[in-house]
């Protein structure tokens, strides 16, 4: 994203080795679900969302993760193919 221009921050709890983040700010987070762990956001964009992208991991393990990236939203959670 940084790349393309566009500010982001990296957003991992603390105990994962994260720096303090700032979420008055108005600049997106990125969180891989693992991460995500223990943080809330107003809302959550759950990218590539599509079974060939979780064809690696088991039913169990995914069901697991998607269930921490959609609890991780107060008010909207948006999948994008």
Request: net charge positive; hydrophobic share 40%.
């Amino acid at each position: 994203m940084q790349a393309l221009g566009v500010e982001i921050e990296a957003a991992m709890p603390a105990s994962s080795g994260g720096e303090v983040v700032d979420f008055e700010s108005t600049v997106p987070k990125i969180s891989t679900y693992h991460s995500a762990k223990g943080l809330t956001f107003d809302s959550v964009l759950l990218p590539k969302l599509v079974r060939t992208n979780w064809k690696n991991f088991s039913p169990h393990l995914r069901k697991n993760m998607l269930l921490v990236g959609i609890t991780r939203a107060t008010q909207w959670v948006y999948s994008v193919r």
